[in-house]
Nanobody, 119 residues
Framework: QLQLEESGGGAVQTGGSLRHSCAASGASLPYYAVGWFRQVPGKEREGISCILSSDDSTYYADSVRGRFTISRASAKSTVYLEMKNLKPEDTATYYC????????????WGQGTQVVVSS
């Protein structure tokens, strides 16, 4: 059974950078599409990025495009989310999730990591 463990996150000032990691165990991550989602209390979960298993195509929400980059490690057992030029509105709990097919958030989830961006 695929299990995901996240690391990264933290507290930064506006304009800062952070990197999340999503490491897999129990199954081979290259066979899965991996998405990053974020959620703020009281708001709907937002899908912000996805990398497909077929060809590593990447997708971004408008809110993060140009600032965030999703990638797989060369061994493909880890997926990263590099976040640059962070804004206070990026403050949220960030989750990775793996699905067979595309990123719909119906498969395995990481535990979530907190990002706080102060102005």
């Amino acid at each position: 059974q695929l299990q995901l463990e996240e690391s990264g996150g933290g507290a930064v000032q506006t304009g800062g950078s952070l990197r999340h990691s999503c490491a897999a165990s129990g199954a081979s991550l290259p066979y899965y599409a991996v998405g990053w989602f974020r959620q703020v209390p009281g708001k709907e979960r937002e899908g912000i990025s996805c990398i497909l298993s077929s060809d590593d195509s990447t997708y971004y929400a408008d809110s993060v495009r140009g600032r965030f980059t999703i990638s797989r490690a060369s061994a493909k057992s880890t997926v990263y989310l590099e976040m640059k030029n962070l804004k206070p509105e990026d403050t949220a709990t960030y989750y990775c999730a793996a699905d067979l097919g595309t990123c719909v958030g119906r498969g395995s989830w990481g535990q979530g990591t907190q990002v706080v961006v102060s102005s």
